[in-house]
């Protein structure tokens, strides 16, 4: 596996450092709860991915109480991912249309933080897709569009690449 290269371009916002701060706190928790778990002999994945999941359909339950279950991928890309959100992962948006919503976050705290702990490039990976399981969430609670995840950070590639695609509607 690629060495993990990890390092923001955004170094000077107050406000960008601190919410990102706040994220690598959070990544903190959710790395050692998953370290606990797994010295009681629970799976990182059995554990994780449900919970984190979970988390990303409560998100998505309150988006789609604002535009709907039906909504497009448009009308959902003007409520993710904005705001302090863009400069926090570094995003760039490739893509926002009636077919689909592409990101690529350059910079992730998440990893930061799971770096700074110690965990291992492995652990790293597996936390990642975790993590991602809260976009899972998000998008599964709309009709038109869906999730998918290309290479991350946590994988050695320079962005995290995340998808959202409208979905073909089914002829009966």
């Not at 170094?11 to 998953?34: K, S, V």
């Not at 984190?52 to 988006?63: K, L, P, Q, Y």
């Amino acid at each position: 596996m690629p060495k993990i290269t990890n390092q923001p371009t955004i170094t000077d916002d107050e406000m960008t450092t601190r919410l990102r701060n706040a994220i690598e706190h959070r990544a903190t928790w959710m790395y050692n709860l998953l370290k606990e778990a797994k010295k009681q002999g629970l799976s990182w994945d059995e554990i994780g991915r449900k919970a984190v999941f979970e988390t990303g359909e409560m998100h998505g339950s309150r988006v789609e109480a604002e535009i709907g279950k039906d909504a497009s991928v448009e009308e959902f890309a003007k409520k993710f991912a904005v705001g302090p959100d863009r400069k926090i992962f570094e995003m760039e948006v490739l893509k926002e249309d009636e077919n689909g919503y592409y990101l690529d976050f350059h910079y992730c705290p998440l990893v930061s933080a799971w770096q700074k702990l110690g965990a291992t490039e492995e652990e790293i990976e597996e936390l990642c897709d975790i993590a991602m399981d809260g976009d899972r969430g998000i998008a599964s609670k709309f009709e038109n569009f869906g999730f998918s995840l290309g290479h991350t950070i946590a994988q050695g590639s320079r962005s995290c690449q995340i998808r959202f695609d409208t979905r073909k509607k089914t002829e009966h």
